[in-house]
C-alpha cells in the first residue's frame, strides 16, 4: 500500500475516531509522513505542519538536497501559489523553498514554506506575514484530501 494510501487510511480512521488536534503517523518501506492534525472532514484536512523522513539514503549533501528541492518544486504545482528554492545552506546541510508569490489578503500575505535536512527529512509549513506588526506565524495548512494525497505521492517520487 503505498503512503497516500496509508494517509488516507489514518484520515478516515481519524475523521471517525480521533478528535482534532492530534497526530498521525504512516510508514511504508524507507518513508514516514506525520500530520499535527487542526482539523479533519470527509472533504479536506487542516494541519499545522507535515513531515516527511526517508531513510533512503544515510545522508544528503548539499547538492543531493538542492536535487531533491528542485525535483519537489517543479512536481508541486497544485499548490496555492508555486514552490521555489530560495536558499541553500551547504554548511547548515539545509535547503529552504518557499512559495514564489504569496497570497495577499487584507495586510497578510501567506506562504508556504519548506525546509529539506540532511537526515533525508522535510518539514511543509503554512505561514503569515503581518505587514502591520511585521511578525511572521505559522497557520494551518488547509488541503483536499486529494491534494494531500498526491502531495504525498510527489513527496516519495521527488526521493531519488
Not at 34 to 61: H, M, N, Q
Not at 141 to 157: I, K
Request: with cysteine.
Amino acid at each position: 500500500m503505498s503512503l497516500s494510501r496509508k494517509i488516507a487510511a489514518a484520515l478516515d480512521e481519524n475523521t471517525t475516531v480521533h478528535s482534532p488536534p492530534c497526530a498521525v503517523q504512516v510508514e511504508e518501506g524507507p518513508h514516514r509522513l506525520s500530520l499535527d492534525l487542526t482539523a479533519v472532514d470527509t472533504v479536506g484536512v487542516a494541519f499545522a505542519s507535515l513531515e516527511f523522513s526517508t531513510t533512503a539514503r544515510p545522508e544528503w549533501d548539499s547538492e543531493a538536497l538542492r536535487s531533491w528541492g528542485d525535483r519537489l518544486a517543479a512536481r508541486v504545482t497544485y499548490l496555492m501559489e508555486p514552490l521555489k528554492v530560495l536558499e541553500v545552506d551547504a554548511g547548515g546541510g539545509e535547503v529552504h523553498i518557499r512559495s514564489q508569490s504569496p497570497t495577499s489578503r487584507e495586510e497578510q500575505k501567506s506562504y508556504y514554506e519548506v525546509r529539506l535536512y540532511r537526515r533525508g527529512a522535510l518539514s511543509l509549513e503554512r505561514r503569515s506575514f503581518d505587514e502591520t506588526t511585521r511578525r511572521r506565524t505559522s497557520v494551518p495548512c488547509r488541503l483536499t484530501r486529494e491534494v494531500l494525497e498526491r502531495l504525498a505521492d510527489d513527496v516519495v517520487a521527488s526521493v531519488p
